[in-house]
């Protein structure tokens, strides 16, 4: 019950600092308690940084209950600005000529102080009285951290008063109606797919200032992709078109107004079109290397896997998985076999790439000929390979155990395997891959038959393109 209490106690507060409303105020200036009379002008500060030892007749909580808040300031309830209320208490003293105000931003390092007088026949008159001082001319920016300081004229040590303080930001409901740097504009956008154009309206922006529109790719932060554009304050027509080169995932809508630290509104409408990021896969000939680069920031499972040519499923190759949130994924020897895919995996679904399907990139295949109780097993390849050779025993479609015969076969050599009678017509393949790279895919002929007739196989015919959701091959680009 006390967790609940506690929780909904935090809800309010939080609710209650975003509908909070930001008092008004229509001059700035200095107000000090009735009947005190004073006044304040700007300060550097550094003049009364040094302090000195403070007389044994001055209390040390001369000063107490310094208070800040934000208010705001309005030109034609439109143009609005945001400033410090700092209010202080000072018990008046012939020691103490006046106060110094300082705001110093924790964010810019830049700091505004006021230097507040007092008439000092009066003040010697009411020594020991409390005058409120209350200082609202210093302006702020939204979300600013501050730290401001309230210190006697002249500076006595340790008769002092801080504090930190953090201005609204643009959840507050007031700020950000009001507040020219909150009003990041609502955009709305049509996507021509034909020209590659997407049209972006802008709407609910401070009137008769200018607009910037531009697209992204959104990594830590939105990468400028190059199309950009601004839409006048003065003009009526309030849209404009640019041009991408890609649909992806990360491409984002960025607007905001032309003035400093204005709030950026930001729409990525294309989060669920992760199809063209499997596009991007580079084969070099030269290194043997198959890459894939991710063109936006996703978490995927990429595999090397093996096509079936029986029903199209991509069988994964053993250890060859790995993860990439933003890597580059790559594969160092790569055989260049038309049946050797990529496969992507995320949370939401699986595609698969055969960069080698077409028959750009040079290929093997592997042939049986039967003759009396021999198979003889021949392998052709436009390049140099090598091979091994394997007999075993299908157990499932895709798992096919050693019965512990191996052969080693280069490029246009043949090996003649011994089959006993038994082993013709039943589950035993004839198994091979190369060896001469560190990734290969295992091609394998089965129903063996043999005996009184020849009788030719062949396993090493390129694979047919598949092109549907869950399995999409298509060739190297």
Request: net charge positive; with cysteine; proline share 4%.
């Amino acid at each position: 019950m006390i967790s609940i209490n506690v929780q909904t106690l935090l809800i309010i507060l939080f609710w209650n600092s975003d509908s909070q409303i930001i008092p008004r105020i229509e001059e700035c200036g200095l107000s000090c308690s009735q009947g005190i009379h004073c006044k304040s002008k700007p300060s550097s500060g550094i003049f009364n940084s040094f302090c000195h030892d403070a007389p044994a007749s001055l209390s040390s909580v001369v000063m107490k209950s310094m208070k800040i808040s934000t208010v705001m300031k309005c030109v034609q309830g439109t143009q609005c600005s945001l400033h410090l209320s700092v209010k202080g208490t000072l018990s008046l003293d012939e020691n103490i000529r006046g106060l110094e105000i300082c705001s110093f931003s924790l964010d810019t390092q830049q700091s505004q102080c006021t230097n507040v007088r007092f008439a000092r026949k009066k003040s010697k008159m009411l020594n020991g009285k409390k005058v409120q001082v209350q200082f609202n001319c210093f302006e702020v920016n939204v979300a600013q951290h501050i730290y401001v300081t309230m210190k006697t004229v002249p500076n006595y040590c340790e008769v002092k008063l801080s504090q930190e303080y953090y201005v609204e930001d643009c959840r507050n409901n007031d700020v950000g109606k009001y507040i020219p740097g909150c009003l990041g504009g609502k955009l709305d956008y049509n996507v021509d797919r034909a020209r590659k154009v997407i049209s972006v309206n802008v709407s609910n922006f401070l009137r008769d200032q200018d607009y910037y529109v531009r697209l992204c790719h959104k990594w830590f932060s939105c990468e400028d992709v190059g199309s950009f554009a601004v839409i006048k304050g003065k003009e009526s027509l309030k849209s404009v078109s640019l041009r991408y080169s890609q649909l992806l995932p990360c491409l984002c809508i960025e607007g905001w107004l032309a003035i400093p630290d204005a709030r950026r509104t930001q729409l990525c409408p294309f989060e669920n079109d992760t199809k063209a990021l499997w596009d991007n896969i580079v084969y070099n000939p030269v290194t043997q290397t198959l890459a894939w680069e991710p063109a936006c920031p996703v978490f995927v499972t990429v595999n090397l896997c093996r096509l079936m040519k029986s029903n199209d499923h991509c069988e994964d190759i053993q250890n060859t998985s790995k993860n990439s949130p933003e890597k580059q994924v790559k594969y160092s020897r790569v055989d260049t076999h038309p049946r050797l895919c990529m496969k992507f995996t995320t949370k939401q679904d699986s595609w698969v790439k055969c960069p080698f399907a077409h028959g750009e990139f040079p290929a093997w295949k592997m042939r049986t000929a039967a003759v009396a109780e021999q198979i003889q097993v021949l392998f052709t390849s436009q390049t140099k390979a090598q091979f091994l050779v394997l007999v075993c025993n299908r157990t499932q479609l895709a798992s096919c155990e050693s019965v512990g015969m191996y052969h080693s076969v280069s490029v246009g050599d043949s090996v003649s395997i011994t089959m006993s009678r038994e082993m013709c017509g039943s589950t035993i393949c004839i198994q091979g891959w190369r060896t001469d790279v560190d990734y290969s895919v295992p091609l394998q002929i089965c129903d063996i038959h043999c005996g009184f007739h020849r009788q030719t196989y062949s396993d090493g015919s390129p694979a047919k393109a598949i092109t549907h959701r869950m399995k999409s091959v298509h060739s190297l680009h």
